[in-house]
T-cell receptor, first 115, second 113 residues
Framework: DAGVIQSPRHEVTEMGQEVTLRCKPISGHNSLFWYRQTMMRGLELLIYFNNNVPIDDSGMPEDRFSAKMPNASFSTLKIQPSEPRDSAVYFC?????????????FGSGTQLSVL | AQKVTQAQTEISVVEKEDVTLDCVYETRDTTYYLFWYKQPPSGELVFLIRRNSFDEQNEISGRYSWNFQKSTSSFNFTITASQVVDSAVYFCALSTNAGKSTFGDGTTLTVKP
């Protein structure tokens, strides 16, 4: 079975450009999470969805960040305009249920570099 | 508010040594769940174990064992007879029924041959 699929694996862009990260969760999973990993701040939860509905976006750093989940099999995280401090690894994860007892399945991550 | 503290930033051991990774958590919820994840050099986080707040039984899985103590709010992870393939970053995480997971900063384990 395919796991969580993220694209692209690597993204290099220039400051001010729009960046879109994509995620396909595991089929049948009801929750989707976006995390950001940096050396300074570790793993931060940006936003999560239950049944395609955003539940908590308090981790989104600022208005330049937005996330959507138009259907159960696809989500995007967009940064517009991007800044060098957005450079990080962005992980998407999904879980079967909507409760906190479910383990997370992570994608391989997108390494974002903003020059 | 939830908090997970992994005080050990980096640990280095020689192969076949036993090693314990510490995890201390804070939460006001009476129902919560604790996890350990492994992030090998390839980068993808992999689930290792989950415990709920009502089950303080320790667990052993091969060379891995976990010690959950509510009295000290700790959920420690021990690797017995470590191997080079155990080298990775290990994360402890806490979540509640609301579904939001909080991760510790991770412990980088290096096992030298």
């Amino acid at each position: 079975d395919a796991g969580v699929i993220q694209s692209p694996r690597h993204e290099v862009t220039e400051m001010g450009q729009e960046v879109t990260l994509r995620c396909k969760p595991i089929s049948g999973h009801n929750s989707l999470f976006w995390y950001r990993q940096t050396m300074m701040r570790g793993l931060e939860l940006l936003i999560y969805f239950n049944n395609n509905v955003p539940i908590d976006d308090s981790g989104m750093p600022e208005d330049r960040f937005s996330a959507k989940m138009p259907n159960a099999s696809f989500s995007t995280l967009k940064i517009q305009p991007s800044e060098p401090r957005d450079s990080a690894v962005y992980f998407c994860a999904s879980s079967r249920g909507t409760g906190g007892n479910e383990k997370l399945f992570f994608g391989s991550g997108t390494q974002l570099s903003v020059l | 508010a939830q908090k997970v503290t992994q005080a050990q930033t980096e640990i280095s051991v020689v192969e076949k040594e036993d090693v314990t990774l510490d995890c201390v958590y804070e939460t006001r919820d009476t129902t919560y769940y604790l996890f350990w994840y492994k992030q090998p050099p390839s980068g993808e986080l992999v689930f290792l174990i989950r415990r709920n707040s009502f089950d303080e039984q320790n667990e052993i899985s091969g060379r891995y064992s976990w010690n959950f103590q509510k009295s000290t709010s700790s959920f420690n992870f021990t690797i017995t007879a470590s191997q080079v393939v155990d080298s990775a970053v290990y994360f402890c995480a806490l979540s509640t029924n609301a579904g939001k997971s909080t991760f510790g900063d991770g412990t980088t384990l290096t096992v030298k041959p």
